[in-house]
């Protein structure tokens, strides 16, 4: 772990539990501005800033007045995206679609600072009215395609104008309409996961009760996002943000989790979960001293490098990649050997779904290589 790194998970700490604590570090210089990098590239730097602001440390007063514009920044559109999501659900709910909130904008009301949580798309899950969905849509006349079985809207239109920001909302978010709240690579546990969703879970019905809603539990949502993360994990890997949104919610949210860890038993990824917890243990709660940290075991340590190397970079690389490839059969062998090399990387972490996500991307790739269409 570099000097920076260090520094980065301790800012981190503090702003994500809000201590107010003596600090009890000394910044070289020539660390900020590869702080202000690093937390921007793992989308916390709202959360970094809080954090020393907790301290009566500051870098440069050019890069602290630039990361208080960027949080400044940061909060304005938080603000926006929020009127925009709940307009959103008006007008779903106008036409008998019923839309929930998932990830970002639900995880964000347990931060200390709410708005200080980097913004991503909006999400919403459509609980009841799907087939109904595209109608609403084309009557709005709002654009819209179809990724992975989920809809995206890019331009909502001057509807979603913002007067308070003035600037039209629905052109500054993607928007991300999902059938269901996540999805696994695994059949036989996507079918269950399904199956809760759907509310025709005879484990769900003796576990929680048939009265109880599964996304209406924190349990179940939590597990969605740890499950949501397990998934880019396989792929391209993932950030810091999502880190700790799990860790926020077990810390804050009140989650049982006895309940947490039997879901994830019943899904497949108690093994994930478990490294996933250990994980934040170490390097995110509260009370951990700088200069204690340590990669615990292997496990923790392949989590700690794709989260902190691979984040929201590697996808671009391999785009990169595959542009400087004109051979089409060549491009699809040699990211057909990509996505096996990483099944076989993270299959200790995983067993279940890294074995079906290489048949997965590598069935994907051979389509693409005959020219068969999906």
Known sequence: MTD?????????????????????????????????????????????????????????????????FHLLHIEMMNEAMAHCGGMLLDMLAAHGVTAVVFKGQAVAQWYPNPLHRSYGDIDLVIVDGWDCLVNVL??????YFYE??????????????????????????RVEFHPTFETLYNPWMN????????????????????SVIPHDTLEFNLACVILHIQRHVLSYGIGAKQICDVAIMLGKSGVDIPKLKAILNHLGALR??????????????????????????????????????DGYVLKEER?????????????????????????????RLMP???????????????????????
Do not use: H
């Open 272 to 309: 994930f979960s478990t490294v996933l917890f250990r994980f934040i243990d170490i390097y995110l709660s509260e009370n951990v001293s700088m200069y204690g940290l340590c990669r615990e075991d292997k496990d923790v340590a392949l989590l700690y490098d794709i989260f902190m190397n």
């Open 148 to 173: 992975n079985g989920d809809i995206i809207v890019e331009q909502l239109g001057n509807d979603f104008y913002n007067a308070k920001y003035a600037m039209s909302c629905g052109d500054r978010y």
């Open 319 to 347: 785009v990169n990649i595959g542009r400087g490839i004109q051979r089409a059969p060549l491009r699809v062998i040699r990211n057909g050997c990509f996505w096996t090399w990483r099944s076989l990387r993270l299959f």
């Open 138 to 143: 084309q009557d709005k006349g709002i654009p």
């Open 352 to 374: 279940g779904e890294a074995f079906f996500f290489m048949f997965d991307k590598v069935i994907v790739r051979l389509k693409m290589l005959f020219g068969i269409k999906s």
């Open 4 to 68: 920076t790194e260090r520094l980065f998970f301790y800012f981190l700490r503090r702003g994500l539990w809000d201590d107010t604590s003596a600090a009890d570090i000394v910044v070289d210089d020539s660390c900020w501005d590869e702080l202000f990098m690093q937390s921007c590239r793992q989308a916390v730097s709202g959360i970094v800033a809080d954090g020393i602001a907790t301290t009566g440390i500051r870098p440069a007063t050019e890069l602290w007045n630039e990361w208080v």
């Open 191 to 210: 079918n269950r996961l399904q199956r809760i969703v759907t509310k025709t879970s005879e484990w769900w019905t003796v576990n929680f009760g048939s």
